[in-house]
């Protein structure tokens, strides 16, 4: 006996009457409340749980999905067999399912478990489709209608065909229901007989039937990913011949499979943890915080003006106890008022999370002032290195030897700022390429400056390869360039110079790579480390002026960690460091004791001789130093150098200071005379005579003195005369 009411599930109940008799049937019909669907947990943050639903309601209606809804008789080989029957659904028929689940599954068996068993399976995929569950029946009344709840619901593609049926293993008798017809063939009648899947048609046509199968589908409950299910091969198979039953039911049983939904009015919802209430929401998301390491299963009901529905789930989700790191200060700033001044911070680095967490840290020197748009990459070639093997193949300098690929025809720039050159101000290296094709012009830059713009006073090679094959080429790093990381560029051109770093060649390739040098002006140690749950670890930051020039310059200090919920790196802390320029300025002109200007005059200062300049083509200098006293050198190879007196200088100061400096002493080579003058010859500096008869004789020149006396006297600058 079947009971059913809208908005009630339906209930079914055996009964037996006798002779004139009344017996009472009691059905307890439970109202229908639609549960929510979709349930799905991520974690988030580490230990976070972010959980979310569907609202009852906006899935597709829960139904039965069959053929037939009557069992009218069974089949069977009367012998030995074993088979599955089963019922197919294609893709155009599940058009309205997306998102569903099969959570029930009746059938009709006609043979007792003594004799044979069940079990309930689901296929998915082509035809014939693929296993994806399989449940045992452990328990069945014969001939007549057998719900069997699924352990757990099986979600469906419904973009896929969808089998539902049961397998039996009988040692006699008709075990598979089915109905009195008409069939839908290949699809009510579907069967797996003697290793492959036929209909029950094809099989028998004499048997013209559908198997009393049904399924009932609801919106997803949970989420879970089913694998196909690989079954035992069946080892025998049985010839015996297809029959119906001679036991025909006298009646047929119908199934009214309905399921309707309740017209009750929702509430909320009940969050559950491992079966305990956490809390009523009214939102379809919860978030579950702070959980420590460990397996949790989650379960959400609809919760109605009459009562709880059915749950969604359950969902699991396993939380692993990661570290969290934390930098306290968030930022690093630091003021130097001399460039040899060098001072520490210090980092502090907590773990706030359940778990040990291993970090690392590297600097990343971002340059003085305020980083530039970025390197010039777009359109430095037009047809680049494919087309004629143009460019370097390989390139050596220092610790790094890299090929250099050319594949297609956008292979002309690489980006290898990953690796690192080691090199040393004042030191020369030994740069070695390999190139395919003749008369390709090399260009070498280091952005010193961090500013990004490739300058020519950056430009270290302009190198011609005349020919194919390896060369090698001397490059000198300056002795005052700056310590720390800087970009290092190659580019090439083919029948011209390449030292234009952004114009656009026809034939080449350019890459890029990072040069280190000198100590940076910021480090951080210890580099690395591993902090357990709520522990924490100082780091010690270390700024130097040495070898920087004025002004502001940034880094980024970068903490990584193994932690795989989190962006890596987890912390950036930006650090500055200036350094002020206090210094005062001298200037001046240095001349000769003829009062012409001399140009490349070296000009020091004697308490910090690096501090130096030279004069320019007007014989001026302009030095700029650190408050304090100081004596300037003026200095030129063959002229007398000259000393200032002591020099107070203070911030801000403009102290001028100019240099006359005398011709060092010439060594005279030779001097003859005869009747028609004075030959002279010297190695020095410009001579003139007492008397005014020449003057101003170039270096290293024989000079005449026509008519001269050998008593005149000429004066050679210096003691040295004739």
Same mark, same amino acid.
């Given at each position: 006996?079947?009971?059913?009411?809208?908005?009630?599930?339906?209930?079914?109940a055996?009964?037996?009457?006798?002779?004139?008799?009344?017996?009472?049937?009691?059905?307890?019909?439970?109202?229908?409340?639609?549960?929510?669907?979709?349930?799905?947990?991520?974690?988030?943050?580490?230990?976070?749980?972010?959980?979310t639903?569907?609202?009852?309601g906006?899935?597709?209606?829960?139904?039965?999905l069959?053929?037939?809804?009557?069992i009218?008789?069974?089949?069977?080989t009367?012998?030995?067999?074993?088979?599955?029957v089963?019922?197919?659904?294609?893709?155009?028929?599940?058009?309205?399912?997306?998102?569903?689940?099969?959570?029930?599954?009746?059938?009709?068996?006609?043979?007792?478990?003594?004799?044979?068993?069940?079990?309930?399976?689901?296929?998915?995929g082509?035809?014939?489709?693929?296993?994806?569950?399989?449940?045992?029946?452990?328990e069945?009344?014969v001939?007549?209608?057998?719900?069997?709840?699924?352990?757990?619901?099986v979600?469906?593609?419904?973009?896929?065909?969808?089998?539902?049926?049961?397998?039996?293993?009988?040692?006699?008798?008709?075990?598979?229901?089915?109905?009195?017809?008409?069939?839908?063939d290949?699809?009510?009648n579907?069967?797996f007989?003697?290793?492959?899947?036929?209909?029950?048609?094809?099989?028998a046509?004499?048997?013209?039937?559908?198997? &009393?199968?049904?399924?009932?589908?609801?919106?997803?409950?949970?989420?879970m990913?089913?694998?196909?299910?690989?079954?035992a091969?069946?080892? &025998?198979?049985?010839?015996?011949?297809?029959?119906?039953?001679?036991?025909?039911l006298?009646?047929?049983?119908?199934?009214?499979?309905?399921?309707?939904?309740?017209?009750?009015?929702l509430?909320?919802?009940?969050?559950?943890?491992?079966?305990?209430l956490?809390?009523?929401?009214?939102?379809?998301?919860?978030?579950?915080?702070?959980?420590?390491?460990?397996?949790?299963s989650?379960?959400?009901?609809?919760?109605?003006?009459?009562?709880?529905?059915?749950?969604a789930?359950?969902?699991?989700?396993?939380?692993?106890?990661?570290?969290?790191?934390?930098?306290?200060?968030d930022?690093l700033?630091?003021?130097?008022?001399?460039?040899?001044?060098?001072?520490t911070?210090?980092?502090?680095?907590?773990?706030?999370?359940?778990g040990?967490?291993?970090?690392?840290?590297?600097?990343?020197?971002?340059?003085?002032?305020?980083?530039?748009?970025?390197?010039?990459?777009?359109?430095?070639?037009?047809?680049?290195?494919?087309?004629?093997?143009?460019?370097?193949?390989?390139?050596?300098?220092?610790?790094?030897?890299q090929?250099?690929?050319?594949v297609?025809?956008?292979?002309?720039?690489?980006?290898?700022?990953?690796?690192?050159?080691?090199?040393?101000?004042?030191?020369?290296?030994?740069v070695t390429?390999?190139?395919?094709?003749?008369?390709t012009?090399?260009a070498?830059?280091?952005d010193?400056?961090?500013?990004l713009?490739?300058?020519?006073?950056?430009?270290?090679?302009?190198f011609?390869?005349?020919?194919?094959g390896?060369?090698?080429?001397d490059?000198t790093i300056?002795?005052?360039?700056?310590?720390?990381?800087?970009?290092?560029r190659?580019?090439?051109?083919?029948?011209?110079?390449?030292?234009?770093?952004?114009?656009?060649?026809?034939?080449?390739?350019?890459?890029?790579?990072?040069?280190?040098?000198?100590?940076?002006?910021?480090s951080?140690?210890?580099?690395?480390?591993?902090?357990?749950?709520?522990?924490s670890?100082?780091?010690?930051?270390?700024?130097?002026?040495?070898?920087?020039?004025?002004?502001?310059?940034?880094?980024d200090i970068?903490?990584?960690?193994n932690?795989?919920?989190?962006t890596?790196?987890?912390?950036?802390?930006?650090?500055?460091?200036?350094?002020?320029?206090?210094?005062?300025?001298?200037?001046?002109?240095v001349?000769?004791?003829?009062?012409?200007?001399l140009?490349?005059?070296?000009?020091?200062?004697?308490?910090?001789?690096?501090?130096?300049?030279?004069?320019?083509?007007?014989?001026?200098?302009?030095?700029?130093?650190?408050?304090?006293?100081?004596?300037?050198?003026?200095?030129?190879?063959?002229?007398?150098?000259?000393?200032?007196?002591?020099?107070?200088?203070?911030?801000?100061?403009?102290?001028?200071?100019?240099?006359?400096?005398?011709?060092?002493?010439?060594?005279?080579?030779?001097?003859?005379?005869?009747?028609?003058?004075?030959?002279?010859e010297?190695?020095?500096?410009?001579?003139?005579?007492?008397k005014g008869?020449?003057?101003?004789?170039?270096?290293?020149?024989?000079?005449?003195?026509?008519?001269a006396?050998i008593?005149?006297?000429?004066?050679?600058?210096?003691?040295?005369?004739?």
């Amino acid at each position: 006996l079947t009971a059913n009411k809208d908005g009630y599930n339906t209930a079914t109940a055996n009964g037996s009457i006798t002779h004139n008799a009344i017996t009472y049937v009691n059905f307890e019909l439970n109202m229908f409340l639609e549960p929510p669907f979709g349930l799905y947990a991520e974690i988030e943050n580490i230990n976070d749980v972010h959980l979310t639903w569907v609202e009852p309601g906006t899935g597709f209606e829960p139904t039965w999905l069959y053929y037939t809804t009557i069992i009218d008789n069974a089949i069977g080989t009367n012998s030995a067999a074993e088979f599955d029957v089963a019922m197919r659904f294609t893709p155009n028929m599940l058009t309205g399912f997306a998102g569903g689940s099969v959570t029930k599954v009746k059938f009709a068996p006609h043979e007792p478990l003594s004799v044979c068993s069940y079990t309930i399976k689901i296929w998915q995929g082509e035809n014939p489709p693929n296993l994806i569950y399989s449940q045992a029946v452990s328990e069945i009344t014969v001939d007549t209608w057998n719900e069997v709840m699924l352990d757990t619901p099986v979600p469906f593609d419904n973009t896929m065909e969808l089998w539902i049926g049961y397998g039996v293993n009988t040692t006699t008798g008709w075990p598979a229901g089915c109905d009195a017809g008409p069939m839908v063939d290949g699809f009510g009648n579907m069967m797996f007989f003697n290793g492959q899947w036929q209909t029950l048609y094809q099989l028998a046509p004499t048997l013209p039937y559908n198997w &009393s199968i049904q399924a009932f589908v609801e919106a997803a409950k949970g989420t879970m990913t089913l694998a196909p299910v690989v079954e035992a091969p069946v080892t &025998s198979n049985f010839g015996g011949t297809l029959t119906l039953s001679h036991n025909s039911l006298p009646e047929p049983v119908i199934s009214d499979p309905t399921a309707t939904r309740s017209t009750s009015v929702l509430l909320g919802y009940n969050v559950y943890r491992d079966n305990t209430l956490l809390a009523l929401v009214t939102d379809t998301e919860y978030y579950d915080l702070g959980l420590a390491a460990g397996t949790y299963s989650y379960k959400v009901t609809a919760v109605y003006d009459q009562g709880e529905s059915e749950p969604a789930g359950p969902v699991s989700v396993t939380i692993i106890g990661y570290g969290v790191l934390t930098v306290t200060p968030d930022s690093l700033d630091e003021t130097h008022s001399d460039p040899s001044q060098v001072t520490t911070k210090t980092l502090t680095v907590s773990n706030t999370g359940s778990g040990p967490i291993e970090f690392d840290v590297a600097v990343d020197i971002l340059g003085k002032g305020n980083r530039a748009s970025g390197l010039c990459i777009d359109n430095l070639y037009s047809t680049g290195c494919y087309s004629y093997d143009d460019g370097l193949l390989s390139w050596q300098l220092a610790n790094v030897y890299q090929d250099i690929p050319c594949v297609d025809e956008s292979d002309w720039y690489h980006d290898y700022t990953n690796i690192v050159h080691e090199l040393e101000p004042g030191e020369t290296y030994q740069v070695t390429v390999e190139t395919a094709y003749t008369n390709t012009y090399l260009a070498i830059w280091i952005d010193f400056n961090d500013d990004l713009l490739l300058t020519p006073d950056e430009l270290l090679a302009d190198f011609l390869c005349a020919t194919g094959g390896f060369h090698t080429l001397d490059i000198t790093i300056p002795a005052d360039a700056p310590g720390g990381n800087h970009v290092l560029r190659f580019r090439t051109n083919w029948n011209n110079v390449a030292t234009d770093p952004c114009a656009t060649y026809n034939y080449g390739n350019a890459a890029d790579f990072m040069a280190t040098m000198g100590p940076p002006w910021i480090s951080v140690e210890p580099s690395a480390g591993v902090l357990y749950a709520e522990e924490s670890m100082d780091l010690v930051v270390t700024f130097t002026s040495a070898n920087i020039d004025y002004g502001v310059h940034n880094a980024d200090i970068l903490f990584t960690s193994n932690n795989p919920f989190v962006t890596q790196p987890e912390v950036t802390v930006p650090a500055q460091l200036t350094l002020l320029d206090l210094r005062g300025t001298f200037y001046g002109q240095v001349l000769d004791v003829l009062g012409n200007p001399l140009a490349g005059v070296t000009i020091t200062a004697d308490e910090y001789r690096t501090l130096s300049t030279m004069t320019d083509e007007q014989g001026e200098y302009v030095l700029k130093v650190a408050p304090g006293e100081y004596t300037l050198t003026a200095s030129k190879v063959g002229y007398i150098s000259e000393t200032s007196m002591p020099l107070t200088i203070a911030t801000g100061d403009l102290i001028l200071q100019d240099f006359e400096l005398e011709y060092a002493a010439p060594v005279m080579i030779s001097a003859e005379a005869d009747f028609f003058g004075v030959g002279l010859e010297w190695e020095g500096n410009p001579a003139i005579d007492m008397k005014g008869r020449f003057a101003d004789i170039s270096l290293s020149n024989m000079a005449e003195k026509p008519n001269a006396s050998i008593q005149e006297e000429i004066l050679l600058h210096g003691p040295t005369s004739v």
